[in-house]
């Protein structure tokens, strides 16, 4: 079975410093997807960053970048310039090509101090 | 576009109480999941619908949860009777077909119910 694992429950960092969370996962399949996910306290879950597995260029959407290590099962989500708005849960999840089930970790909680 | 939408967005009940929510996905979309939180977890899939048959319950404690996706749009989640470890945060998500990481298929979450069971 697939699982994923998040390390850190709370991380902080500085308004307009770096961050990096962390996620490892265990699968036996050679092709899927990995996800990080965005939960503010309105509790919808927000699609930040996909990286399809047979990529190796590490995706980045602005702000937001991974770091995708395939043979050691890691996937670390980097948040460069940090906003107040970044504030949230974040959730590290997995999900096999054509499946339908994503698979999430347990989140880390990011806090942004002004 | 509107998103997925839900309701009620809180409820409170006592156990051995009955409770039922409520999802209206994303118009077009034909793959409709329900989703479990419990406090301090990632959220746990529940059943899967696309259109109007299921297509994953395995996950689903059929004693007391149940679900229907009647005329393949709206969908309704119930419990009956609710326990205390039923408290979490119940989301709803849709996509156009089934596929969560396909970029093009819309994988779109609600904003949940919080129910808790006291």
């Known amino acids: 079975a697939q699982t994923v694992t998040q390390s850190q429950p709370e991380m902080s960092v500085q308004e307009a410093e770096t961050v990096t969370l962390s996620c490892t996962y265990d699968t036996s399949e050679s092709d899927y997807y990995l996800f990080w996910y965005k939960q503010p306290p309105s509790r919808q879950m927000i699609l930040v960053i996909r990286q399809e597995a047979y990529k190796q260029q590490n995706a980045t959407e602005n702000r937001f970048s991974v770091n995708f290590q395939k043979a050691a099962k890691s996937f670390s989500l980097k948040i460069s310039d940090s906003q107040l708005g970044d504030a949230a849960m974040y959730f590290c999840?997995?999900?096999?090509?054509?499946?339908?089930?994503?698979?999430f970790g347990t989140g880390t909680r990011l806090t942004v101090i002004p | 576009e509107a998103g997925v939408a839900q309701s009620p967005r809180y409820k409170i009940i006592e156990k051995r109480q009955s409770v039922a929510f409520w999802c209206n996905p994303i118009?077009?979309?034909?793959?409709l999941y329900w989703y479990q939180q419990i406090l301090g977890q990632g959220p746990k899939l529940l059943i899967q619908f696309q259109n109007n048959g299921v297509v994953d319950d395995s996950q689903l404690p059929k004693d007391r949860f149940s679900a229907e996706r009647l005329k393949g749009v709206d969908s309704t989640l119930k419990i009956q009777p609710a326990k205390l470890e039923d408290s979490a945060v119940y989301l709803c998500?849709?996509?156009?077909?089934?596929?969560?990481?396909?970029?093009?298929?819309?994988?779109?979450f609600g904003s949940g119910t919080r129910l808790t069971v006291v």
């Open positions: 999840a997995y999900c096999g090509t054509g499946a339908n089930n994503l698979f």
């Open positions: 118009s077009g979309h034909a793959t």
């Open positions: 998500a849709s996509s156009l077909r089934g596929g969560a990481g396909i970029p093009n298929y819309g994988y779109t």
